[in-house]
């Protein structure tokens, strides 16, 4: 196994810990970018260690801050709390379980924005990396080291490779593409990671297919 610069300094970042602080803000920017913006409300339970030490490393301002669109080395973590109610954010957090088999820094929100309404569950694993595991049921391995793409559409033949033929289109290598869906012919929630950010014209052009119910943007979270 090899061992990065990145694995042994860890990030840049405000706060006293990789794990509790940078990856806890990476999982709150990730939601935030799967529903489109800031929340308007969020419920965050938090699991094992995350529920533990949540308050003397800073973890619920970090989540907090993640939801607004910062990043881990933003000062403006600390007065979180807050900018969030300056945002309108309205939040709880609570104490769960996910049972023995969750990471140990794992986190479960669910949260709305504009009527609409997401899940999603992920852990923070160490040097402020993170996985998110699912989103609205269906399971993913999001973990934000590269440009991704986010789409819920209809599951209707020809549907993945009309979205990744777009991208190669526009010269774009595909790194990953994973698909799952609710059933045949149902809904199909696709997560596609690319060697290089996409121009904000094509999210337009994908939005406007008819069996797209939403499209979203997470850039590479790398600081």
């Given at each position: 196994m090899t061992t990065s610069l990145f694995d042994i300094l860890g990030p840049r970042m405000v706060g006293p810990s990789s794990s509790?602080?940078?990856?806890?803000?990476?999982?709150?920017y990730v939601v935030q970018a799967i529903i489109g913006g800031t929340?308007?409300?969020a419920k965050i339970g938090l699991h094992g260690s995350f529920a533990m030490t949540g308050e003397g490393h800073g973890t619920r301002k970090a989540i907090i801050g993640g939801l607004l669109g910062y990043r881990p080395d933003d000062v403006r973590l600390r007065d979180s709390f807050e900018?969030?109610?300056?945002?309108?954010?309205?939040?709880?957090?609570?104490e769960t379980d996910l049972g023995d088999e969750a990471h140990p820094n794992s986190v479960v929100f669910d949260v709305t924005r504009e009527g609409d309404r997401m899940t999603v569950?992920?852990?923070?694993?160490?040097g402020g990396r993170i996985r998110v595991q699912e989103i609205d049921g269906f399971?993913?391995?999001l973990k934000g080291t590269l440009p991704t793409i986010v789409v819920l559409a209809d599951d209707v033949p020809g549907t993945v490779s009309k979205i990744t033929g777009i991208i190669a289109e526009r010269g774009l290598n595909l790194a990953t593409v994973r698909v799952d869906r609710t059933g045949r012919g149902e809904?199909?929630?696709?997560?596609?990671?690319?060697?290089?950010?996409?121009?904000?014209?094509?999210?337009?052009?994908?939005?406007?297919?008819?069996?797209?119910?939403?499209?979203?943007?997470v850039h590479r979270l790398n600081v």
């Open positions: 509790h602080t940078a990856g806890a803000c990476r999982l709150g929340p308007d409300t900018r969030a109610d300056e945002a309108g954010l309205e939040y709880e957090f609570y569950r992920g852990c923070s694993i160490g399971p993913v391995d809904r199909a929630l696709m997560t596609i990671e690319t060697d290089g950010e996409l121009p904000d014209d094509l999210f337009a052009n994908l939005h406007d297919r008819s069996w797209v119910h939403w499209i979203r943007n």
